[in-house]
């Protein structure tokens, strides 16, 4: 059983073209967080949200953390080749992160 | 400093027979997880050390797969009698004692490259 869910799955955008991804799931969480996974590496961290609405901004990247802890979103604006990778969002509860199913975005120069 | 690192960063198997992957977690970090990832998809927790506490092992698939945790460091995960169905990127992380540090920090895990498993 898949505790979140992410969506889209795939997406391919041309290059300066805004985007959301989403993270949902029936169950709270903790905390959560977005990594980005090039292919052959590990996942990075790219931030973590810890209360109910929070928003974080890092560059062209907007995170948000719904105000039930149970979902959050990922806005990427004016997207660049260099945002191209798996996206992947995980919810911290007790001592176990559920990672989504990923979201794997391609941005065509 | 010195990331996370995995070893091997690649390893061909016959069916049938046994793998040892090793994982040297971040120096200071007490706990550290396991995760197995098919092509493309999101990661599957596998096991989770905390300090010298007993492991979680709630995510291993089958009895053929152990882990161990040698002086609170260095970890390695066996799987035996290896499947086809076991091939996919075996991924380590670690992070801060996320029940005593307390903050946003204590919930950040920091991932090796991982190690691809085929059994052939």
């Known amino acids: 059983t898949q505790l979140l869910e992410q969506s889209p799955q795939f997406l391919s955008i041309q290059e300066g073209e805004n985007l959301t991804v989403y993270c949902n799931s029936s169950?709270?969480?903790?905390?959560l967080q977005w990594y980005r996974q090039e292919p052959g590496e590990g996942p990075v961290l790219l931030v973590t949200?810890?209360?109910?609405?929070e928003v974080k901004k890092l560059k062209r990247l907007t995170f948000q953390f719904g105000d039930a802890r149970k979902d959050s979103s990922l806005h990427i604006t004016a997207a660049q080749p260099g945002d191209t990778g798996l996206y992947l969002c995980?919810?911290?509860?007790?001592?176990?992160?559920?990672f989504g199913t990923g979201t794997s975005l391609t941005v065509i120069p | 400093g010195a990331g996370v690192s995995q070893s091997p960063s690649n390893k061909v198997t016959e069916k049938g027979k046994d793998v040892e992957l090793r994982c040297d977690p971040i120096?200071?970090?007490?706990?550290l997880y396991w995760y197995r990832q098919s092509l493309g998809q999101g990661l599957e927790f596998l096991i989770y050390f905390q300090g010298n506490s007993a492991p979680d092992k709630s995510g291993l698939p089958s009895d053929r797969f152990s882990a161990e945790r040698t002086g609170g460091s260095v970890s390695t995960l066996t799987i035996q009698r290896t499947q086809q169905e076991d091939s996919a990127v075996y991924l380590c992380?670690?992070?801060?004692?996320?029940?005593?540090?307390?903050?946003?920090?204590?919930?950040?895990?920091?991932f090796g490259p991982g190690t691809r498993l085929t059994v052939t």
């Open positions: 995980a919810g911290a509860k007790g001592n176990q992160f559920y």
């Open positions: 169950s709270v969480f903790s905390s």
């Open positions: 992380a670690s992070s801060v004692n996320p029940l005593t540090s307390g903050g946003v920090g204590s919930y950040e895990q920091y």
């Open positions: 949200v810890v209360t109910g609405g």
């Open positions: 120096s200071g970090h007490t706990a």
